[in-house]
């Protein structure tokens, strides 16, 4: 067993682990609260424009923030097109019909990354913030700005987009046209229009969660696209409603799996497997709030 | 009436099954003879992920549940039929039996959450599994004549999974497959055209309905898991005897999700679909290389088709592609026709 004072330099790692979880996690629990669709290319999306980003730096000129600011914008185009293209297409679909759409997307992106950057080992997106680190007080360790402008985005995403869907006209328009499609629009509510802006904001929150992703992670293509997978599980346990509990579920996840990690001896199995943290939590969670099943009888959806 | 509509669907049947019967026989004859030991290989691959392909689809199909761990369970079955390989001198199709069984427990446990679970929720607890399944491989790789419970004793072991003696050769292993193969496409069949097959389909349609209709669900929901899980173990054994050696890397969480593209694309409502989707996931991206492309052209490939299916045709390549025809057919047949009468086409 760790002592308490090994364990608390791991409490910063696993709070800026638990922050990148919920930048994912939040991300997709806000789009399918907007618009019913569950955005299984969210990693990739944002591991597109990361990509962009360092080839603009690496391969041309252009100043660096141009290319950050690149990533953004495409990992917006592209969510938006999809969205625009696919979300009124399959909008009368079953959830989960939507989601598997989301993964062509994925599919699609994870072939060209692979096809155009594949064959290039040691890929490295630096950002200005990550040389700047905060040594922090009573022995946490040390941090630095991405790792905390990753946690304070996460929350200010996640605090921003609660009160945005609860206060405002086109958020309430949103939760009512990811209820029931069909009576928002006979309510005289523009839906392909709100639903275009909730995949805009969607591709804006893409493309600043690939670059800090890229950056904390590693720029990966397998780890970026499928990371989204550990991050579902944050976003699973808020049953993709909650954007708080996504965001507490993230910490926890974060902390449980950083602090898994100085274990070693009798208990070596739990740090070894301490990556799986996200899917035990998940899997547990789902059966736990789902023991009292009720039958329904709903609309039959194709 | 009713007798000579009994005897047309039998001669419909009787012709189909001569058809199915005729095709057979060419692969297991002709595709040896006229191809390299390579592409022999490959269509082994083939005919092994087809049966994954079938997992899934039956589960998606015809059940309504999908499951993104195939793979992971392919890798499964892999790992028990090579455990067991170097544990015991039993014969090959009690390992497969036996890799199938263990797969088929595993696959039940995982699916267990779809007694209280549904849809996308479903779906997404499979992901995490095989993500869950894919990390303990990485962790301890597969056996390789080791000691111990994991039986591997690092990389570099010159160790490999044993063939059935009756099929040594890469040949004959491959007709192996084939056989083995079909045998498991025609239990799915009996169980499709049987009392499950019926059971699934209420549970698609209508679960409260099913219920009301006096279905086990429970029963029937975990035999589909099991099932779609026993034939993927199997074919996880078979990869296992045509690899040899297996690694963690050929198990990936992604492959899951491009499994599920394939068995869309050829089609969940037609045990064709399953071998579309095999002939797809394996023989494409071989295909593009050997034309000196990349193989990451299919996995694009892929994606635009699961949006093809999704929006334009549900059914997949094994419905299409017959319409398809048909309608081309008849497009010909009234060109021909009005060209015959001197009319101008």
Request: hydrophobic residues 55%.
């Amino acid at each position: 067993m760790p002592s308490l004072e090994f364990s608390k330099l791991f409490v910063v790692t696993g709070l800026a682990l638990g922050g990148v979880y919920a930048l994912s996690g939040v991300g997709i629990v806000v789009l399918y609260r907007a618009t019913g669709v569950l955005n299984l290319a969210f990693g990739a999306i944002g591991a597109l424009g990361a990509f962009i980003s360092w080839e603009l730096v690496n391969n041309t000129g252009v100043p660096d923030w141009i290319a950050y600011l690149a990533c953004v914008a495409v990992a917006t185009a592209v969510t938006f097109t999809y969205g625009v293209i696919f979300g009124p297409l399959l909008a009368a679909r079953d959830p989960l019909v939507k989601a598997i759409g989301t993964l062509g997307l994925a599919l699609i992106l994870l072939g060209t990354m692979s096809w155009k950057w594949g064959q290039i080992a040691g890929l490295s997106l630096p950002l200005p913030t990550t040389t700047r680190s905060y040594t922090l007080p009573n022995g946490f360790g040390v941090v630095n700005w991405t790792q905390i402008i990753g946690i304070s985005f996460g929350i200010a995403v996640t605090a921003g987009t609660a009160v945005f869907l609860r206060a405002t006209k086109l958020g309430t328009a949103m939760r009512a046209l990811a209820d029931d499609r069909e009576i928002t629009a006979t309510l005289g509510v523009p839906v392909r229009r709100v639903e275009a802006v909730a995949w805009l904001g969607s591709g804006l929150m893409c493309g600043i969660s690939g670059l800090l992703l890229s950056n904390l992670l590693g720029l990966d293509i397998v780890t970026l696209t499928f990371f989204v997978i550990s991050a579902l599980a944050a976003a699973l346990i808020a049953r993709l409603r909650s954007l708080w509990i996504t965001l507490a579920a993230a910490m926890v996840i974060g902390l449980v799996t950083a602090l898994l990690t100085p274990f070693s001896g009798d208990f070596q199995t739990l740090s070894d497997f301490r990556t799986m943290t996200p899917f035990v939590l998940a899997i547990v969670a789902l059966l736990w709030l789902g023991r009292h099943r009720t039958v329904t009888v709903t609309r039959t959806a194709r | 009436m009713p007798g000579s509509w009994a005897a047309s669907i039998r001669r419909g049947t009787l012709v189909r099954a001569t058809v199915i019967a005729a095709l057979l026989l060419v692969v297991l004859l002709a595709v040896p003879a006229v191809t390299s030991v390579y592409w022999l290989k490959v269509s082994t691959s083939v005919a092994i992920y087809s049966l994954a392909a079938l997992g899934a689809g039956l589960l998606y199909g015809r059940v309504g549940m999908v499951s993104l761990c195939q793979i992971a369970l392919l890798g499964v079955g892999g790992w028990v039929m090579l455990r067991l390989g170097y544990a015991t001198s039993l014969p090959f199709p009690i390992l497969l039996i036996a890799a199938g069984v263990i797969t088929g427990c595993i696959g039940t446990l995982i699916g267990l959450p779809a007694l209280r679970l549904s849809g996308l929720y479903l779906a997404l607890i499979t992901l995490m599994a095989a993500a869950a399944i894919t990390l303990v491989f990485s962790k301890h790789d597969f056996p390789n004549g080791g000691p111990g419970f994991w039986g591997a004793e690092g990389i570099g072991g010159t160790n490999v999974q044993r063939r059935p003696s009756i099929a040594e050769s890469d040949t004959a292993y491959f007709r192996y497959t084939v056989i083995a193969a079909t045998i498991l496409f025609l239990l799915a069949l009996l169980h499709v055209s049987s009392k499950p097959g019926r059971a699934w389909a209420a549970i698609r349609e209508s679960e409260p309905a099913a219920l009301a209709a006096g279905v086990n669900v429970t029963v029937y929901k975990l035999w589909a898991f099991a099932l779609a899980s026993f034939m993927t173990g199997v074919a996880g054994g078979l990869l296992a005897g045509s690899v040899g050696v297996l690694a963690n890397s050929g198990f990936p969480t992604s492959d899951s999700l491009t499994l599920l593209a394939v068995t869309l694309m050829g089609g969940i409502y037609s045990l064709w679909g399953a071998v579309i989707a095999g002939i797809l996931f394996k023989l494409l991206p071989a295909l593009l290389q050997d034309w000196g492309l990349s193989s990451d052209i299919a996995t694009i490939l892929f994606g635009v088709g699961v949006l093809q299916v999704l929006v334009t045709a549900p059914a997949g390549l094994a419905a299409q592609v017959p319409k398809d025809l048909a309608n081309l057919g008849r497009l010909i047949g009234r060109l021909f026709r009005r060209d015959v009468r001197g009319q101008p086409t």
